[in-house]
């Protein structure tokens, strides 16, 4: 082999995980139920805090401050605050979080397309815990 044609392996310490576990903060953000609303309303365009906590149901305004801010933090959300009295902040998605819009679409539209499913399987399931539940009561009752 040549100089340049060096061969390379893995060696004994490396770690076939690394790759994953290397994006779990990045999918423990995108994957989160809060910010998968927040990008998905100011996929709309730029909105104040009050229009997005209108928009979102059931979040807490601890909880919107927090996922706008770490959404800020990862680049996804722009913040900007205008000098006006009383003092205006519009958020809005960067390039890389409208970059993340499409594939939130298509996961919008796999969970929509598959729920009756899942339910189904729900369902199902309760039914089988339920019959095992009482083959088992049944076993174990005193007789």
Not at 48 to 59: D, H, P, S, T, V
Request: proline letters at 7%; a positive charge; glycine letters at 6%.
């Amino acid at each position: 082999m040549s100089d340049t044609n060096i061969p390379v392996r893995a060696t004994e310490t490396s770690d076939p995980h690394e790759g994953c576990r290397a994006v779990v903060p990045t999918l423990a953000r995108i994957g989160d139920k809060w910010t998968v609303m927040v990008v998905g309303t100011l996929s709309n365009g730029p909105m104040r805090y009050n229009q997005i906590a209108r928009l979102i149901e059931g979040i807490s305004q601890r909880m919107l401050t927090l996922t706008l801010k770490g959404l800020e933090q990862d680049g996804l959300v722009s913040r900007t605050m205008y000098p006006t009295i009383p003092p205006r902040v519009d958020y809005e998605l960067t390039g890389l979080g409208r970059s993340l819009i499409v594939p939130l679409r298509s996961l919008h539209k796999w969970a929509v397309e598959h729920q009756p499913a899942m339910l189904a399987a729900r369902e199902a399931f309760a039914k089988r815990e339920q019959q095992s539940g009482l083959r088992q009561a049944r076993f174990t009752d005193p007789k």
